[in-house]
T-cell receptor, first 114, second 115 residues
Framework: SAVISQKPSRDICQRGTSLTIQCQVD?????MFWYRQQPGQSLTLIAT?????????ESGFVIDKFPISRPNLTFSTLTVSNMSPEDSSIYLC???????????FGPGTRLTVT | SQQGEEDPQALSIQEGENATMNCSYK?????LQWYRQNSGRGLVHLIL?????REKHSGRLRVTLDTSKKSSSLLITASRAADTASYFC???????????????FGQGTILTVHP
């Protein structure tokens, strides 16, 4: 399976600021996704990061709040903009590989907004 | 809306016992995947079962899928303290092409295995 890394692994940020999270994969992948896991909760899909075009956002998530870039098939960034304490979560990127669409996750970025 | 529901929400057992977790979902699926998460860290992929499969094994793991009941179960045999973690099911309802890969997660089961 692909090896996925994320930077930073954790951060504490002030309300009103923005944080960009990087996701790097060790092989080219077509499908890459971003998920959020709020404290004590399960994972929710934020968006599909499309290479060469705008990301596709799920209901409840908008580009102004969570802009995503996907400049190539091994890298993506997620920005959490104008943060509030409600944005405190673990953010995870994932990729799909194999003929049956197995999905693998990065180690996550733990964000705390104060 | 949340696709998956898991039960139990928490399970506490002794080392050596078997642990069974259940997952239910609401719509037709392409596949169902099980993950383990230790202490809020990244997710570890355990097993994928396709909609046309009924049972799969991987080491001490056994997964079943009943599409008529829209449910799946994960059995961990001869559990170890190191199996202590949260376990999530996730369904992929993709109908083809780029619609695959959008996972909907269950609420998870917290498993505690006592030495």
């Amino acid at each position: 399976s692909a090896v996925i890394s994320q930077k930073p692994s954790r951060d504490i940020c002030q309300r009103g600021t923005s944080l960009t999270i990087q996701c790097q994969v060790d092989s080219q992948v077509t499908m890459m996704f971003w998920y959020r896991q709020q404290p004590g909760q399960s994972l929710t899909l934020i968006a599909t990061a499309n290479q060469g075009s705008e990301a596709t956002y799920e209901s409840g998530f908008v580009i102004d709040k969570f802009p995503i870039s996907r400049p190539n098939l091994t890298f993506s960034t997620l920005t959490v903009s104008n943060m509030s304490p409600e944005d405190s979560s673990i953010y995870l990127c994932s990729v799909v590989q194999g003929p049956y669409y197995e999905q693998y996750f990065g180690p996550g970025t733990r964000l705390t907004v104060t | 809306s949340q696709q998956g529901e898991e039960d139990p929400q928490a399970l506490s057992i002794q080392e050596g016992e078997n642990a069974t977790m259940n997952c239910s979902y609401k719509t037709s699926i392409n596949n169902l995947q099980w993950y383990r998460q230790n202490s809020g860290r990244g997710l570890v992929h355990l097993i994928l079962i396709r909609s046309n499969e009924r049972e799969k094994h991987s080491g001490r793991l056994r997964v079943t899928l009943d599409t008529s009941k829209k449910s799946s179960s994960l059995l961990i045999t001869a559990s170890r303290a190191a199996d202590t973690a949260s376990y999530f099911c996730a369904t992929d309802a993709g109908a083809g092409g780029t619609s695959y890969g959008k996972l909907t997660f269950g609420q998870g089961t917290i498993l505690t295995v006592h030495p």
